[in-house]
């Protein structure tokens, strides 16, 4: 699975970041957590307003920061 | 009828002006501290903790509130909205959409592209940045607390059509070859997300709050610092010299300082509240304030990055002029507010 967080490096987009990595970490799945912060890749997904999270290249949330407890949700 | 204009008079005063705040306040400067209110130390003492506790007050709450109704209006869908909206109703619709969808500078680059590859018109896009930081529910309510409601609505009036007259001359100056090329190889891309269920709303409201306040809550201080050396210590000749009736450049010079500022309304109001209890025209004072909040360095710097210079320049120059010819008009017309 393959987990993207895309933001340019605003406080929300580190938080949510920490928040994935500790959502995979309870949930103790593989994954590979991604930060993307190239504005015309995050354009691309159609968002914006960061910071997003996607999932398998399918946009979960975004211009907000999901708690760890729904990030878990979308794995 | 009687009743209600005083019921909805007691609640405004209460409410959003906070005089019970101004009273206890004013018992602790006196009683506790020991100063006179009339003295220049108590006057500022009281100004900045009174202030500083109601602006804290005002923005945990309408924040709270306005990113609860905010959450049924992502900018994606105000880009679905827009969607194929052209001529002048689409810069009103803009300009209104602005007022709702939640903006920050750090999302201005990310919205830009979304709306120009969805097709969007340049000015419609255009009235949207403008509105978007000047005009929304928070600043009306603040200045409704601070100034009273006629300023209040004119202020909103005046900031819609400023956005709308704005993007529509950007949509007759035929400015799209000078939106930076790569923008518009990006292709349009519609996500759908589900829908945020109201526990979701609210702890996006709470999480708002939090992160507003983080990074707002310095330029408050020195706005209120500022606010208060104003309010009592600087010399009204030099106030009525350098920004008041005797300067015929004072609303220039507002703008001037104000323009490449960054703080938002917040950290703006208690400047603004000190220089019209100097005296300082009600034109001039919105002139800066508007010009704090429209504009400034960061969020030029970020629009500088899809828009080329001579657009760029076009747009700032479109603003600020506008906020100058907005705060002569209503220094001409001020006794109709106030």
Redesign the interface.
């Known amino acids: 699975m393959v987990i993207k967080v895309l933001g340019s490096g605003c406080a929300s987009c580190k938080k949510l970041e920490s928040n994935v990595k500790e959502a995979v970490k309870e949930l103790g799945i593989d994954a590979v957590v991604e930060k993307v912060e190239d504005f015309k890749e995050i354009a691309a997904y159609g968002v914006m307003k960061t910071p997003a999270i996607v999932v398998d290249e399918q946009v979960k949330a975004m211009g907000r920061v999901p708690s760890v407890e729904d990030i878990k949700k979308y794995l | 009828m009687h009743i209600l204009t005083q019921m909805f008079g007691w609640l405004n005063d209460q409410l959003l002006k906070m005089t019970w705040l101004f009273e206890l306040v004013r018992l602790l400067v006196e009683k506790v501290f020991g100063l006179s209110m009339e003295d220049r130390v108590g006057g500022s003492v009281h100004f900045f903790i009174y202030d500083t506790v109601k602006i804290f007050i005002l923005l945990s709450v309408l924040i709270f509130a306005i990113s609860y109704i905010q ?1 049924y209006f ?3 869908r105000t ?1 679905k909205i827009l969607g194929g909206m052209k001529g002048i109703k689409g810069n009103i619709l803009g300009a209104l959409l602005g007022t709702v969808t ?1 903006f920050c500078s ?2 201005s ?3 830009f ?3 120009t ?1 969805a097709g969007l018109p340049l000015g419609v896009t255009f009235s949207f940045l403008i509105s978007s930081p000047l005009v929304d529910l928070a600043s009306f309510l603040i200045l409704m607390s601070f100034f009273g409601i006629r300023i209040a609505l004119a202020y909103v009036v005046v900031g819609l059509v400023l956005a709308v007259e704005g993007g529509t001359l950007i949509d007759k100056l035929n400015m799209e070859k000078y939106v930076q090329g ?1 923008v518009r190889e ?6 759908e ?2 829908e945020m269920s109201r526990r ?1 709303r609210i ?2 409201a709470k ?1 708002q709050v939090k ?1 507003i306040t ?2 707002v809550w310095m330029y408050i201080l020195i706005g209120v610092g500022i606010g208060a050396a104003i309010h009592n210590w600087i010399p009204q000749p030099v106030i009525e010299t350098v920004i008041g009736g005797n300067n015929p450049f004072a609303v220039i010079l507002a703008a001037a300082v104000g323009i490449p500022m960054y703080a938002d309304i917040f950290g703006t109001i208690p400047i603004a509240e000190a220089l019209f209890g100097r005296g300082v025209g009600i034109g001039t004072v919105l002139s800066f304030m508007m010009a704090v909040t429209a504009l400034s360095l960061p969020s030029m710097i970020m629009l500088g ?1 899809v828009v080329k210079p001579k657009l760029l320049a076009i747009f700032t120059a479109i603003v600020s002029i506008g906020i100058i010819v907005i705060g002569y008009v209503f220094n001409a017309f001020s006794y109709l507010f106030i």
Do not use: A, N
């Open positions: 959450s992502p900018p994606e880009k939640p750090c999302s680059i990310p919205l592209i979304g709306f590859s790569y990006i292709k349009s891309t519609d996500v997300v589900e979701e702890s996006f999480e992160e983080q990074r990055k």
